[in-house]
């Protein structure tokens, strides 16, 4: 079964550019998660959707990042314009919706590796 | 206030024997779920175990073990039998609530542990 993809696996770029990291979750999972690691601040989440709607996201640093999720296989993670402090580990997260069980395991995937020059 | 505590940045172990990896976490609900993730240097986070609020007994998952301790909001990771593999960061999280009021992951710090042949 495939698990988690995440594309690219790294990305460089140059300040000021546009970035989008994108994520497909497990089949059948309806809750998605990004997740952003940092040496300085550990593993932070971004935003969180449950059935492609936008559930939780305070975690959003600010203006410059949006994320989508179009359907239930897709989504997306904008950083527009991209700074340097934006360096990190990118990682998507997929599980079923929690509460239909009080243990339902998150589900990473590879994560991008982003450097913003 | 942070939620969930790792005091260890580090540490060693000698091959085959146990080591204990501490957790705290601070929460007010009644239903929560804490976990153990493993990310070797490789970066993938690999689910390790669970343990719901209300489970009476310490999970168990192969050489892995969780010391539950409620009442001192405690959840630490026991590994028996360390292997040089076990070598990684481990992240404790948690999740709170039951209802799916909140399905996202709260991350520790990590711990680094190096297992020395």
């Known amino acids: 079964d495939a698990g988690v993809i995440q594309s690219p696996r790294h990305e460089v770029t140059e300040m000021g550019q546009e970035v989008t990291l994108r994520c497909k979750p497990i089949s059948g999972h309806n809750s998605l998660f990004w997740y952003r690691q940092t040496m300085m601040r550990g593993l932070e989440l971004l935003i969180y959707f449950n059935n492609n709607v936008p559930i939780d996201d305070s975690g959003m640093p600010e203006d410059r990042f949006s994320a989508k999720m179009p359907n239930a296989s897709f989504s997306t993670l904008k950083i527009q314009p991209s700074e340097p402090r934006d360096s990190a580990v990118y990682f998507c997260?997929?599980?079923?919706?929690?509460?239909?069980?009080?243990?339902?395991?998150?589900?990473f995937g590879p994560g991008t590796r982003l450097t913003v020059l | 206030a942070q939620k969930i505590t790792q005091t260890q940045p580090g540490m060693f172990v000698q091959e085959k024997e146990a080591v204990t990896l501490d957790c705290t976490y601070d929460?007010?609900?009644?239903?929560?779920?804490l976990f153990w993730y493993k990310q070797p240097s490789s970066g993938e986070m690999i689910f390790l175990i669970y343990q719901g609020s209300y489970d009476e007994q310490n999970a168990t998952e192969g050489r892995y073990s969780l010391n539950f301790q409620k009442a001192r909001k405690s959840a630490n990771l026991v590994i028996s039998a360390s292997q040089l593999g076990d070598s990684a960061m481990y992240f404790c999280a948690m999740r709170e609530g039951y209802g799916g009021s909140q399905g996202n992951l709260i991350f520790g710090k990590g711990t680094k542990l190096s297992v020395k042949p």
């Open positions: 997260a997929s599980s079923l919706t929690p509460g239909l069980s009080s243990y339902n395991e998150q589900f």
């Open positions: 929460t007010s609900d009644q239903s929560y779920g």
